[in-house]
């Protein structure tokens, strides 16, 4: 079994990346920039912006924080994205999710400049991805595809199962996958026999929030298996996926954590650098 090292491969990414800034650098006599509001206090938030900021910091990109307090108006948050998209020297923008009830969350997202929307969120990016134009594409699922492409690069008639049909994971995923002429399906909460689907994947991305819901059982030799799931248990932080008995089937399987997690911040770091790029031609 290949245990897919998300930690080495975002390491090795945020290196390539390094070397574009400085060669971006180099061409335009600027870097790219990331800013990110962080509204309210909540901790796994705190973690993860401080995670992005360091990652960008580390491959040179210029980065900002813009934090607010949980009370903030959201014609305060609107007002600031308003400017950020005025900014040259912002190339992407991401608002940390969740965010608090009073404010409208497709609100925040339609105000921020398609062209600079780095979480691939706004309706005219995801438009884009599902009609195969160039868009910005979450980074979550971005990163999974990186994962499997890593262990198979040639993806053609593949079969692929998504466990989840969530806007954040399970739909970009099909689209991206769908692009590398795979054939998928798309199993949620309401599907009959979610075993049954799994036994025909050759590919399973499970993106439900189930705590080990993949078993053993579910899947065939020679599966590669991406757990995107972040569960707290008693036993501490497990993915959507049995990790013991996954493993002993699978031809290639994510660990949580350092599996898909790390590569989410980088491929932020690369959709941050693709707005850049983007914006100077
Ligand atoms: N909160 C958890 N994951 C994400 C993400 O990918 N983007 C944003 N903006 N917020 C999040």
Redesign the pocket.
Known sequence: MILIDGKKAAAELRQELKHEVTELKVKYNKVPGLTVILIGDLT??QI?VRNKEKSANEVGLKSEVIKYPDSVEEKTVLEKIEELNKDETVSGI?????LPKHIDKQKVIETILPSKDV?G?HPMNVGNLSSGYESSV???PLGCYLLIKKVEPNLNGKKAVIVGRSN?NGKPMTQLLLKENCTVTITHSKTKDLKAECLEADIIVAAVGIPELVKGDWVKKNTIVIDVGINKTDKGIVGDVDFDEVSKNAKALTPVPGGVGPM?IAC?LKNTIECFKRSQI
């Open positions: 796994p938030s993860y991401l608002v940390q999710l969740p979480d969120f979450p980074c979550t954040l989410t932020l």
